[in-house]
């Protein structure tokens, strides 16, 4: 035995080294994913795989995004705000919202408080105020003291900032018509709100905006009807003197959502501008530029460029200083993804040329994008915001095999990281960038649910609301990976993990409902108030639910 | 006199590298190309299981089997089953995952330089130095692997130098160096074990 082992000492070592390295790292290996069943319940067959799914781990995702979200509003533990990243943290909460949206549509008919807390948290924390909040308002991080662009943005007028009189318009408000990368997400955030939850709570407001844009994009801005509204080139202006296809896309899937959910006709006031996105902010591939400044920004100092930037004009590119405009792949993804509901050729006909231009191949199961092809060798932010959206529109365009190359790219560096109690996992990226720790959440969510952002343009039809769903239950012991109303077949269709004994409340169910598992009848429902009350213990459990008789 | 032995040296030079790449005969060559593609599929099948790891700051550390069936195979069969392994098992798997040919296959070169350079030296599986000496020797086709494919990014994809250097290279380093080192001379004494009750006449190289 001795002699064995001195003979092959070194095999023994390299053995046990393997062993031990091995052992130590399958925290980081992809989830399994959710499990399902076929059940016939009255002669009607279930195929749990026909309906949506959420994964153990996107639900873990979400409760990591429920701790940060559900602080109080002014608070941002575990947000890693630093100085150079205040202009972005309203990204954060939109982009999430947007993420989490599609969550909902998932499991539709699991509507507690544990989605729509989330959810209207967001949106109060979007709108704190500088005189609430101060600096850790919203409004004081995205407009008071912004580190991005030129500063002065509350003093704008257009056309004249400097000489303003009567013929001016006021644009320098920060919940007026300038500020559409603030105003639109806002708007975008609560519509979705009221389509996911159907509160009414926020119509009055969101209501406004949709005239406000209304009427930027159709007047002067001083009561004539203007073509091409008050910045003559039919989109409305995120920095007070310059707009952006991707921040207009925004409002634009907030009108078609608004239109589909109200009857109304608002789109063709976005006509001008989108004619004018698809010609005029235009690079030499056919993809929009970043960036067209309808004014001269007040303290202007072109300095850097051989060219001349004109005003109006497409910003000009500095890193090649020829005349070529100025672009960037995170806008291109982004107004990808937010405009192919309403134009759905343009991003089947841009996207291949996208990938083509920006990206960027390491190996068969790595790519990604770079955020400028005039500076291929740079990477920063916005390289890796251009990564976070390509993975959703590459998702949006069922092209899952660039999504999962970009995922593996972009994620592989960081740790899954789990709560001590197994309710919440986040990936772990404080040694390299801490503010995108969060992004990687929200990103994975948008990048792997069965639902796209272009799903969310059309509204849940007006019976939808009197579909059976859980309006309550004991949401911290429970993991729903499914649950839906089929109205063609008449059931319920839940998907559940219980860690600990847990009642679920079903409303909506005109009778008595009964469970089914394995197609047997299972556990007994305990009616109160006109619902039905399910009692479960820890387990994992497939359940078709029918209306019953009494 | 002395005439006889020079004439003879350089056919023995040729033969010894003939023998060295396993070529030296029709039926040797078709076997060496069979090993090839033998250990190219047995690189696809392992790159496709879900390879476990961890970070430590910047470091990602973790086993990657099928970067030790590139050596391995350099190993059993010499330099050109070594090559063909990595670079037929790169470009397959390339293909099959993203219907990419990467790089003009060039990332797939660097890895069947691994797998070459590993084939060069001769080993006896049986004993403790000689798979230390095949552990060392997979290392250094590791990095010339890394080198090479830093070279590629630079060069042709032009990468930024901060993926090259935190996406591309120390990835390749962290779970590379581990991976061959460890694990190139288990497999080589895992397929002797098996060969020698199976195939005994296999061994003979």
Known sequence: MTISIKNNKFILTVLVLAIVLAGMTFGNIPGSATSTS???????????????????????????????VSQPYGSWDGWYIYPEVVSLVHYQLAFMTYSIARMFEVTNGYRTGYYSDVAYDLIKKMNTTEEVYHNNSIESMEWLRPSIGYANWTEYYYPDPINHDADDVYTGGYREPANIMWTAHYALMEL?????FN???????????????????????LGNATEGGIWECGLIPCQPYEVWTQCNSIPILFTELYDNMFGSNYMPIWDYGLNFMNTVMQDQYGLFVD??????????????????????????????DDGRPYVSAYGVAWSMLFLEYTQENETIHDYPIFLDVYGKDISGDKMYIIDSYNNPSGFGTYDILANLYTVALALQRGDLTTRDRILNFLWSPYNK???????????????????????????YIWATVPVTVKDLAEPRPTEFWDYPYISEA???????????????????ILNIRVDETAELTFSNFASSPIAYS????????????????????????????????? | M???????????????????FQIQSSEMLLWTILYGLLGAGFFIILSFIPRPYIMVDLFMFGLAPAMAIITVAGAIRGPIAGFLTGYIGTLVYDLIVSATVVTFTLTAVAFGLMGFIVGIARYDFTSGRSLVKMSILSIIGLIFTVLLTVVIGLTVEVYADLVVLGFVMLPLLTVGIPSVFLLTPLFARLWHLVMSKVMPEALVR
């Open chain 1, 291 to 320: 960036g067209y400044f309808v004014q001269e920004p007040m303290g202007y100092m072109d300095t850097h460029l051989s060219t001349q930037q004109p005003f109006p004009g497409n910003q000009l590119d500095a890193y090649i």
């Open chain 2, 2 to 20: 002395s005439k006889a032995p020079e004439q003879e040296t350089p056919q023995s030079e040729e033969e010894g590298i003939l023998e060295k």
């Open chain 1, 417 to 443: 990281v789990w709560s001590p109690d197994g309710r919440a996992m986040h990936w772990d990226s404080l040694a390299v960038e801490p503010f995108l720790q969060s992004s990687l959440g929200y990103g």
């Open chain 1, 474 to 492: 004991n949401d911290d012991v429970i993991w729903v990976y499914q649950a839906h109303w089929d109205p063609v077949s008449g059931g319920f």
């Open chain 1, 518 to 550: 394995g197609g047997v009848m299972f556990g007994e429902f305990v009616a109160a108030e006109g619902n039905y009350k399910l009692t479960l213990e820890p387990g994992t459990y497939h359940l078709v639910i029918v209306e019953g008789g009494m």
């Open chain 1, 38 to 68: 076929v059940q016939v319940v009255d002669g009607t067959t279930y195929n749990f795989a026909d309906y949506p799914a959420l994964t153990h781990e996107q639900i873990a995702v979400f409760n990591y995004l429920d701790t940060l």
């Open chain 1, 192 to 196: 979705l709100h009221e389509r996911s």
């Open chain 1, 199 to 221: 509160t009414g709570e926020f119509f009055d407001e969101y209501n406004w905006y949709m005239e406000d844009w209304n009427n930027s994009l159709t007047t002067d801005g």
